[in-house]
């Protein structure tokens, strides 16, 4: 066990190691007054030091800040860099695009050829092109509720799938509940979306069997309240019982795109309705991607006639801008890879071995958790099944104190919880080093 005592001393001594390091960050912090809490967006504060790094450059899988100090970035851009800082193919078509003109409103035979890249990777046919994967999600939800004329969605408790209003429901206890955590959310969005614990195949079976649930909106492993992992069968429980009644299976992807080449569900099945994948898809520039079997295009299409000319709700003028059709051409074509999947995924099972090791030479119950390049550690000693127990698991105070340890040694994790990103440039040297810091980091918190 470890100690609140031990935790506060660590949490303190690291705040003061932090605070001399990093003089110009806090001068900056004070000077950007013109930002709503001097910063440009306000989760950017989310991070457990006393105030953000403040980033001056970044490029393979190492991170530099403006006091200097060089960090081995594990967090990556909370995955929009999951595939390294800047790679040179991604930063040459960038380039020559700036010089062509960033946003057309019109097609273009790079756009053409992305389509085909998207489907060959993905296994879908069909796809649209928006600025988020928040964007894409809002989008999936409208089309899945307009084609099948069903008013509900499904979501599992403590999912998140970006900034859509209709999947910020959780459960307290068995009851479904408003996310506190949602600013200004005045309609009851509990009457449009139903919630229900992760691998609950009763509770499935359940929300289904009524006939009014236009899609469930999953993650095929839940990475958001921690990871949790898919029971066995659980997936293809969820994608026959949707066939049976009638409901799209909609996979948001954004984030389990580690898992392999192709993503979760070509990695492991099944294949969903439709997908949403963000973030990485185009190397950190803001674009997002949705894509649809020929069934559902059908039906999108037929919609699409009867509707009045206008206004769809759906997307924006910025939508499949140039600059984001070049970044994600190149990103599927020269970076993106099998190849580099194969370094990732070794150097993941590296890092999972190593720390599996020094939790088990301190004795501490905590666990490991893998998703292909994704991996956490859970300060409990059974992985949770479901969002509830995950939640439950989480200990915000240590946690805090780990990712400041390691901060003040040169390692960036992800600072929503302990999840860590291996990048096809990621070293066996980074990996290491993590894996020594951590080990002194649980070695002073037992002390």
Request: net charge negative; glycine share 10%; proline share 5%.
């Amino acid at each position: 066990m470890i100690s609140d005592a031990a935790i506060a001393r660590v949490a303190s001594r690291e705040a003061e190691r932090f605070r001399a390091a990093n003089r110009q960050a806090f001068a900056h912090h004070a000077a950007a007054t013109g930002w709503f809490q001097s910063v440009p967006f306000h989760w950017m504060r989310d991070w457990p030091s006393p105030v953000p790094i403040i980033a001056v450059s970044a490029k393979d899988a190492t991170l530099t800040s403006i006091d200097g100090q060089r960090y081995d970035d594990f967090c990556l851009g909370d995955t929009a860099s999951l595939f390294g800082h800047s790679p040179p193919a991604l930063a040459v078509a960038l380039a020559k695009q700036a010089g062509e003109g960033l946003s057309y409103m019109l097609p273009t035979e790079r756009g053409a050829a992305l389509s085909q890249r998207l489907a060959a990777m993905f296994g879908l046919p069909l796809w649209q092109v928006t600025t988020t994967a928040s964007e894409a999600n809002r989008a999936v939800i409208r089309w899945c509720r307009g084609i099948s004329g069903r008013p509900k969605i499904l979501t599992f408790n403590g999912a998140y799938h970006g900034a859509v209003d209709d999947a910020f429901v959780d459960l307290k206890g068995a009851a479904p509940v408003m996310r506190p955590s949602l600013v200004g959310q005045v309609h009851d969005l509990r009457n449009t979306t139903s919630v229900i614990e992760f691998n609950d195949e009763a509770a499935l079976v359940t929300a289904l069997r009524d006939g009014d649930v236009a899609c469930v909106l999953a993650e095929p492993v839940m990475t958001n309240v921690g990871m949790v992992r898919d029971a066995p069968g659980f997936l293809m429980t969820l994608r026959r019982l949707c066939d049976e009644a009638g409901t799209l299976l909609v996979f948001d992807e954004t984030h389990t795109i580690s898992s392999g080449y192709g993503g979760h569900a070509i990695t492991h099945g099944p294949t969903p309705d439709l997908i949403v994948v963000g973030k990485s898809i185009g190397g950190g520039v803001p674009c997002a991607v949705y894509g649809f079997s020929a069934a559902v295009g059908d039906r999108m299409a037929a919609l699409n006639a009867l509707r009045p000319a206008g206004h769809s709700g759906i997307g924006t003028t910025l939508s499949a801008n140039a600059l984001a059709i070049t970044a994600m051409d190149a990103m599927l074509s020269d970076v993106i890879t099998p190849a580099a999947y194969d370094h990732m995924l070794r150097g993941a099972a590296r890092l999972v071995a190593g720390l599996e090791q020094e939790i088990a030479i301190v004795g501490l119950d905590w666990h490991v958790t893998q998703v292909g390049a994704r991996v956490e550690f859970l300060t409990c000693p059974v992985p949770p099944r479901n969002g509830g127990e995950a939640k439950a698991a989480m200990h915000p105070e240590l946690e805090a104190a780990i990712h400041l340890f390691l901060a003040a040694r040169g390692i960036l994790l992800a600072p929503f919880h302990n999840m860590m990103l291996v990048s096809p440039v990621t070293g066996d040297d980074q990996i290491d080093g993590l894996v020594g810091a951590f080990a002194d980091c649980v070695r002073a918190l037992k002390e």
